[in-house]
């Protein structure tokens, strides 16, 4: 499966800087105008495209954010407070910068009429009634977040019916991956960190939750997928279809770097989600989209990497842009 073309557009990445938006830039950067709106909070500018403009700033100012939309034809929605736990602790500041500012920024893309792909999250369902969970799975979030990143998605439709916008939202099950950092970051580069530094690995709870771990890369492709898609005014999720408890995924960390570190239990974090796995029929049929990259191969390559050391193969795949349209 190759990636489809984006080419000759003025793009606006905000979250550009970050982890997902950063892998987004390098595959854009090449063919397209792209700006990038940031403001540094996980992400460096050490990875920035030449050709690439960045507007340092909060997404959540208002006047920065019509600069940054200006003259855009296509959006991707990157930059949010990534962290279910931060949105527990401050529901009302990870708001603000995850549902008010996304709506501010639907309003200028309709200003702008251009296409917006938008950052939705596997979050959204909660504890879901069934897994996988289908797209028409009832919607029950279990924190925050949750919420924010629910009316973040509904909005993204209720865009398309009521103003006839362009938008797609991309329900992101756990996405891992080059350049993901910082205290707040995902299961498996804390893992990978505490099993490097033979520190205990530890577990939230009883690790018998699972998790539907997807490839930066993938994820990556997905957001292609949606710039091009007639199938607009719609949510697809983007997993892989398979789950790992979090027992086992410290065990396979541990393996893959070779590491003594012991295994420890802590207690459950709370509005934590139990079980999520994503059903991909729909985005298959309708996006074209299916993981490519393999958990093992991904994780293997994550162990290999000092930092960000090497290029390969895994990643490569991610941001070459497409040779044949
Ligand atoms: C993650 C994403 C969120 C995304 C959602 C979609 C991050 C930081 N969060 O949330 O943005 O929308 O997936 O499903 O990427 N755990 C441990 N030990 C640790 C850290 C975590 O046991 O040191 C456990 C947690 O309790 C949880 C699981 O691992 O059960 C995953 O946690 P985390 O990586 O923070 O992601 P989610 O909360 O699933």
Same mark, same amino acid.
Request: hydrophobic share 40%; charged share 25%; glycine share 8%.
């Given at each position: 499966?190759? @990636?489809?073309?984006?080419?000759?557009?003025?793009?606006?990445?905000?979250?550009?800087?970050?982890? *997902?938006?950063?892998?987004? *830039?390098?595959?854009?950067?090449?063919?397209?105008?792209?700006?990038?709106?940031?403001?540094?909070?996980?992400?460096?500018?050490?990875?920035?495209?030449?050709?690439?403009?960045?507007?340092?700033?909060?997404?959540?100012?208002?006047?920065?954010?019509?600069?940054? &939309?200006?003259?855009?034809?296509?959006?991707?929605?990157?930059?949010?407070?990534?962290?279910?736990?931060?949105?527990?602790?401050?529901?009302?500041?990870?708001?603000?910068?995850?549902?008010?500012? +996304?709506?501010?920024?639907?309003?200028?893309?309709?200003?702008?009429?251009?296409?917006?792909?938008?950052?939705?999250?596997?979050?959204?369902?909660?504890?879901?009634?069934?897994?996988?969970?289908?797209?028409?799975?009832?919607?029950?979030?279990?924190?925050?977040?949750?919420?924010?990143?629910?009316?973040?998605?509904?909005?993204?439709?209720?865009?398309?019916?009521?103003?006839?916008? @362009? &938008?797609?939202?991309?329900?992101?099950?756990?996405?891992?991956?080059?350049?993901?950092?910082?205290?707040?970051?995902?299961?498996?580069?804390?893992?990978?960190?505490?099993?490097?530094?033979?520190?205990?690995?530890?577990?939230?709870?009883?690790?018998?939750?699972?998790?539907?771990?997807?490839?930066?890369?993938?994820?990556?492709?997905?957001?292609?997928?949606?710039?091009? &898609?007639?199938?607009?005014?719609?949510?697809?999720?983007?997993?892989?279809?398979?789950?790992?408890?979090?027992?086992?995924?410290?065990?396979? *960390?541990?393996?893959?770097?070779?590491?003594?570190?012991?295994?420890?239990?802590?207690?459950?974090?709370?509005?934590?989600?139990?079980?999520?796995?994503?059903?991909?029929?729909?985005?298959?049929?309708?996006?074209?989209?299916? +993981?490519?990259?393999?958990?093992?191969?991904?994780?293997?390559?994550? %162990?290999?990497?000092?930092?960000?050391?090497?290029?390969?193969?895994?990643?490569?795949?991610?941001?070459?842009?497409? %040779?044949?349209?």
């Amino acid at each position: 499966m190759t @990636e489809p073309a984006v080419r000759g557009r003025r793009i606006l990445v905000t979250g550009g800087l970050g982890f *997902v938006g950063s892998h987004l *830039v390098d595959a854009l950067a090449p063919e397209n105008e792209v700006r990038i709106l940031d403001d540094r909070s996980s992400g460096t500018l050490a990875h920035v495209p030449e050709s690439a403009t960045v507007i340092e700033g909060d997404v959540g100012d208002r006047a920065t954010l019509e600069r940054a &939309t200006h003259g855009v034809d296509l959006i991707f929605h990157e930059a949010a407070v990534v962290s279910v736990e931060r949105s527990v602790e401050a529901p009302l500041e990870t708001n603000r910068t995850n549902l008010a500012a +996304s709506l501010a920024l639907l309003e200028c893309a309709r200003r702008e009429d251009a296409r917006v792909v938008v950052a939705s999250s596997a979050a959204i369902y909660g504890h879901p009634a069934e897994v996988p969970v289908r797209e028409t799975t009832p919607a029950a979030p279990t924190s925050p977040y949750g919420v924010q990143k629910l009316a973040l998605d509904q909005y993204a439709r209720l865009y398309h019916d009521l103003y006839g916008l @362009e &938008t797609v939202a991309l329900r992101y099950f756990n996405v891992y991956g080059p350049r993901q950092q910082g205290p707040y970051s995902g299961v498996i580069s804390t893992f990978l960190e505490q099993a490097r530094a033979g520190e205990p690995i530890t577990i939230e709870g009883d690790g018998e939750q699972t998790r539907d771990f997807v490839h930066v890369a993938d994820v990556v492709r997905a957001n292609l997928l949606a710039a091009t &898609t007639d199938r607009v005014g719609e949510a697809y999720n983007v997993g892989t279809g398979r789950r790992l408890t979090i027992e086992s995924l410290a065990e396979t *960390v541990r393996d893959a770097t070779g590491s003594s570190s012991a295994v420890v239990h802590r207690e459950p974090r709370p509005g934590d989600v139990r079980h999520s796995v994503a059903d991909l029929s729909k985005s298959r049929r309708a996006l074209g989209f299916d +993981s490519q990259v393999e958990l093992e191969e991904g994780l293997a390559d994550l %162990a290999g990497r000092a930092g960000e050391a090497s290029a390969d193969g895994v990643l490569e795949r991610a941001d070459r842009p497409s %040779a044949d349209g």
